[in-house]
């Protein structure tokens, strides 16, 4: 952004770095493979080419080049073997550990953090989607200023000599002191425009709640198949790829739910291991819509070996925003990759804690949407009103609740209906001035 800094191309060579070191007849354990799988989904996804990886294996980083010296010369010799012109590590670097390696390979490094929010960048499509990627990449540029690149501290010049004016200016604005303003400007232009949306956001959820309408929150970790459920759920057309990150922006459709009516469904941008701090710091409205629901649909990808530890990532995140209290229903997708049928799992009260289903597929729908409507309904009566031949628009209501156990029609043309209905949407609409009737 503003570095003199090698030339970044698509070849990229990536640095997996174990934290945990084992003896040589020991494998790997499932989360390191993952991780450096992810690595390399992660590339593919910003759009580079990994034409080459190795693991460095340390307890400790060093200061200086987090790798040390041995591990460079490696680093160096593969890059040039493979022509890389890019090297990706699986963690994030100090602004000097940074300089230091690119001024020893002389390729363009980048870190955990500074692929993500590429990856980020490359997928924002609305307004307030960009803002906040445009806001989590300053933040992250501001730590490359400090004690990062040297050339930063010359002088921009003053009011002195060879300025137009004789001793009456001081030493001038150093570079890095003018990056710093300039960052802070923007910086605070974006808020600005962010606090906008934030306050036409929550009005809409403000609407909502005066509304009474429910509202279910899809979250999970990246590519579990969260937009593909939004899509089956809701009949939307939200963009949907096998890649990580493959959608930003949230979405918001209301859909039927039975006995309860509409629902706001919202599908949120994935979770990840390590997710940046800066992006769930400039995502904080977005994922506003989790903490304020009713109800989190947790989706885990049943076919990943590390389920378990994606699991406890997205809780991570979901207690960082402070959804932790918020009632969760796990959905464990793609079950169909793992021969598992649909079916749901209930705790010791009976109630619904685990769905599995097949967004892609289509299967076990019919399930999720019978656990929301028990993990939703509050206070569900059973009772029975007579209408009267005129109410025929009430009576389509009560149908169009999914509420009408059993209809009965007499020779008066009055209809007997058994319902099975929330109390609070019988009183909605009984209590409606056009409906008014005893019952």
């Not at 989360?31 to 400790?60: C, D, F, N, T, W």
């Not at 000599?161 to 604005?173: C, F, H, M, R, T």
Request: aromatic residues 4%.
């Amino acid at each position: 952004m503003f570095f003199d800094r090698p030339e970044a191309g698509t070849r990229t060579v990536l640095v997996h770095i174990q934290r945990h070191i084992k003896p040589a007849h020991i494998k790997q354990d499932g989360s390191s493979l993952a991780s450096a799988e992810e690595l390399e989904e992660l590339a593919i996804s910003a759009g580079l080419e990994p034409v080459g990886s190795l693991v460095s294996a340390r307890k400790y980083p060093h200061p200086g080049t987090y790798v040390g010296e041995g591990k460079l010369n490696e680093i160096s010799e593969l890059a040039s073997e493979l022509e890389a012109e890019l090297i990706i590590f699986d963690e994030d670097l100090s602004p000097t550990q940074e300089r230091n390696i690119e001024e020893i390979l002389g390729l363009r490094i980048l870190g955990r953090t500074g692929l993500i929010l590429e990856i980020f960048a490359q997928r924002a499509r609305t307004h307030e989607g960009k803002l906040q990627v445009e806001l989590a990449q300053l933040h992250h540029s501001s730590t490359r200023l400090v004690r990062g690149w040297t050339h930063l501290d010359r002088q921009r010049g003053g009011s002195g000599a060879g300025q137009g004016s004789v001793g009456l200016g001081g030493a001038g604005e150093t570079q890095l002191e003018s990056d710093q303003r300039m960052l802070g400007d923007r910086i605070k232009k974006i808020n600005e425009r962010l606090v906008k949306v934030r306050k036409q956001r929550n009005q809409n959820r403000r609407a909502r709640k005066r509304s009474d309408i429910c509202s279910v929150a899809i979250a999970g970790y990246t590519n579990a198949g969260k937009s593909t459920l939004f899509n089956k759920l809701s009949s939307a057309t939200v963009h949907t790829a096998d890649q990580l990150f493959a959608t930003l922006d949230p979405t918001l459709r209301r859909i039927d739910v039975p006995l309860i009516g509409q629902v706001v469904l919202s599908d949120t941008v994935g979770f990840i291991r390590q997710l940046p701090h800066t992006l769930v710091d400039a995502f904080r409205s977005t994922l506003e819509e989790v903490t304020e629901s009713d109800l989190i649909l947790h989706v885990v990808d049943a076919s990943a070996p590390d389920r378990a530890e994606r699991m406890d990532e997205v809780n991570s995140v979901l207690s960082e925003i402070g959804a932790e209290g918020v009632p969760q229903l796990l959905v464990y997708n793609k079950s169909d990759l793992i021969s598992k049928s649909s079916v749901v799992e209930r705790d010791s009260f009976g109630k619904p804690v685990r769905v599995w289903v097949s967004a892609l597929a289509g299967e076990g729908m019919e399930l999720l949407i019978a656990c929301l409507t028990e993990l939703l309904a509050v206070e569900v009566v059973e009772t029975t009103i007579t209408l009267a031949p005129d109410q025929g628009q009430l009576r389509a209501q009560f149908f169009a609740l999914g509420a009408v156990v059993r209809e009965e029609s007499d020779e008066h043309g009055q209809i007997n209906l058994d319902l099975r209905i929330e109390q609070r949407n019988l009183d909605r609409l009984m209590g409606a001035p056009e409906n008014q009737l005893p019952y």
